[in-house]
């Protein structure tokens, strides 16, 4: 007898496509005189249906091993497309920011060179102010966090930053 392992609209990796999907029907195969189904698969639009074994559901990071891991710095990179005597005015001449948001020193936020030269000072500021965010997300959750707690004990300012953080992890969360 087989029971469903996965459920409608749960995001699911396919392992012989090598692609996520959401399941858009679970089908059930029934036998006459049986009280369960003899076999479950899934339908996951990708033209053929799957069975559980071909599938893997999505595991949730930890959120202590997110906070972790979330060390972003901002390190200086070569500037390949200009002489270091063409770019004197900005502020490290010869290289430009880039913030890495991994363990290793790649991958990450890079900008545009000819953006970078319209206003160093600009991109410099918003690297830093890249590299600070998992910093500030954790300044606004222990700051909503704590407004939950206190209730109604708080002054108006504090309880208008609270909602305004609240605000701002939202649109971190769900991306709108």
């Given at each position: 007898m087989a029971k469903?392992?996965f459920?409608?609209?749960q995001?699911v990796y396919?392992?012989?496509?090598g692609t996520?999907?959401l399941?858009?029907?679970?089908v059930?195969?029934w036998?006459k005189?049986?009280d ?6 899934y ?5 053929r249906?799957?069975?559980?074994e071909?599938l893997?559901q ?8 997110q906070?972790?891991s ?11 497309w200009?002489?270091?005597e063409?770019c004197?005015r900005?502020?490290?001449?010869g ?7 991994g363990e290793q ?18 991109v ?13 997300e ?8 704590w ?10 300012e504090?309880a208008?930053f ?6 701002v ?7 709108s």
């Open positions: 469903a392992q459920h409608k609209n995001r396919v392992k012989p496509v996520w999907a399941v858009e029907r679970v059930p195969h036998t005189g049986l369960e189904p003899i076999r479950v698969v339908d996951c639009g990708l033209g249906d799957f069975v559980a071909e893997q999505e595991e949730p990071i930890p959120e202590k091993l906070s972790q979330e060390r972003w710095r901002v390190i200086r990179a070569r500037n390949k200009q002489p270091t063409d004197s900005h502020p490290v001449p290289t430009y920011p880039v913030v890495v948001t020193d790649w991958g990450g936020w890079r900008v545009p060179g000819a953006e970078y030269d319209l206003n160093p000072s600009r410099e500021r918003q690297a830093r102010l890249i590299a600070a965010a998992p910093a500030l954790r300044i606004a959750t222990a700051l909503v966090g407004a939950r707690k206190s209730g109604e004990d708080m002054p108006t504090v208008e609270a909602h305004d953080a609240q605000d992890l939202t649109r971190i969360e769900t991306g």
